[in-house]
């Protein structure tokens, strides 16, 4: 049973607060988690309290109910009493940010008290032996950067790695070559929140700079990397004007559709997520029926790693792909059945990290737990290599249990 649970503020990656749960079981064990935070938030997802008030309601709601009372080993219930303790659907009283690092921090001390590593906890026997393949994002602007591409991720994809080493090692050459190509053609580049290039560039220059650089990269390392987009579509989406916005035109609904597709075609892109706005159920079905076979058509903004929306996305045949972002729906029971419910539906689930982040490393567990075929987690930079190299380590260590 849980002992204490223990919250405190700390840094992120951005250098906001964020907040860190300690939990401690009676029987010694001991689990830490902390959550992280978007900046191109979707319009569904559960809340995020500011720091302070996430913790000092939390503690008042959810601490009590939860100390002496609840097993961390019964997750269901953990999560059950988060909930119970917010009363909102939304995490609106306690805060999403409080409830996912409690929820996390219960599975980490669940698998400490098992002596086992948290993916084999979470995963159990049964887990397949497959690993994510990581997407990693190497030029990026949005809402990630000031004054770079209007499509908030280009992403590295390496498909045909033969490892998540390899993978792993496969993005960061890509990101290198990035460097380089932008260095020749003149382009200074800051990076942006998640360590991807963020040069100021029309689009248009920044696809053939990806093709560029996945190409030599896929020679020097000989397998297959493709790449893809997060365009999170959402925040170009002016919704007055009906029209999406990029640095130098506009689209309306069907002209994206158009410039998606044909871009689907021209690059062979492995995976675009967020290709339209996030209320647009409709968009994303008919891109879904041009594409779908080629690519993983993701919803991000659009799911927001809700059952209630993909339902509703399968329903109606929008994507073919969801991305999982814990704290986007507060718990990890929550996550878990949008993975299940996807993946029974043929939805391919891609856990993610967010644009800040900490040194935790939950989601490369999660997603080796849940057989995903990938996780996008950034490329370069302490927070985003934490969960890189983590998944070397998992990669090395499963097969030696
Ligand atoms: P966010 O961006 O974490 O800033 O929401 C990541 C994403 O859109 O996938
Ligand atoms: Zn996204």
Redesign the pocket.
């Known amino acids: 049973r849980i002992e204490s649970v223990r919250l405190r503020q700390i840094l992120d990656s951005r250098g906001n607060t964020t907040v860190e749960a300690d939990i401690l079981t009676e029987s010694g064990g001991f689990g830490r988690a902390a959550a992280?935070?978007?900046?191109?938030?979707?319009e569904y997802e559960a809340i995020e309290l500011d720091t302070s008030e996430a913790i000092a309601s939390a503690r008042e709601h959810a601490v009590p109910r939860l100390e002496g009372a609840v097993y961390v080993g019964d997750q269901r219930d953990v999560d059950r009493t988060l909930r119970a303790a917010d009363g909102t659907d939304n995490f609106s009283e306690i805060g999403a940010n409080s409830a996912v690092a409690i929820s996390m921090a219960a599975a980490k001390a669940a698998a400490d008290v098992l002596g086992a590593p948290l993916y084999q906890h979470l995963g159990g026997a049964f887990r397949g032996d497959n690993y994510p393949i990581p997407l990693g994002n190497v030029i990026g602007g949005g809402?990630?950067a000031a004054d770079a591409t209007a499509i908030?991720?280009f992403l590295s994809a390496p498909v045909g790695a033969p490892s998540v080493q390899d993978a792993v090692f496969a993005n960061a050459a890509v990101h290198s070559e990035v460097a380089d190509i932008l260095a020749e053609r003149g382009v200074p580049s800051a990076k942006g929140?998640?360590g991807a290039w963020a040069p100021s560039i029309d689009d248009d220059d920044a696809f053939e700079v990806m093709d560029e650089a996945v190409s030599t990269v896929s020679d020097e390392f000989g397998f297959e990397i493709r790449f893809g987009l997060?365009v999170?579509a959402a925040e170009m989406y002016d919704a007055d004007a009906d029209e999406y916005q990029y640095r130098d035109r506009t689209r309306s609904t069907d002209e994206q559709i158009e410039y998606i597709a044909d871009l689907v075609d021209e690059y062979d892109l492995a995976y675009v997520?967020?290709p339209l706005d996030e209320n647009d159920y409709e968009g994303f079905a008919k891109l879904t029926d041009k594409v779908g076979e080629k690519t993983l058509v993701c919803g991000?903004?659009l799911f927001v790693t809700n059952v209630e929306r993909l339902s509703e996305g399968i329903e109606k045949g929008a994507g073919n792909s969801i991305?999982i972002?814990p704290n986007q729906i507060g718990t990890l029971s929550d996550a878990f059945d949008a993975v299940e419910l996807a993946v029974e539906n043929g939805y391919d689930p891609v856990i993610?990290?967010?644009?800040?982040e900490t040194e935790d490393t939950t989601i490369a567990h999660l997603a080796v737990a849940t057989d995903a075929p990938f996780i996008?987690t950034g490329t370069v930079g302490g927070e985003r290599t934490a969960k890189l190299n983590e998944l070397i380590r998992i990669e090395q260590n499963v097969s030696r249990l």
Not at 36 to 42: E, F, L
Not at 352 to 356: K, L, Q, Y
């Open positions: 992280p935070s978007g900046a191109s938030t979707g809402e990630h908030q991720e929140d998640e997060d999170a997520e967020d991000d903004d991305l972002k993610s990290h967010r644009s800040g996008k």
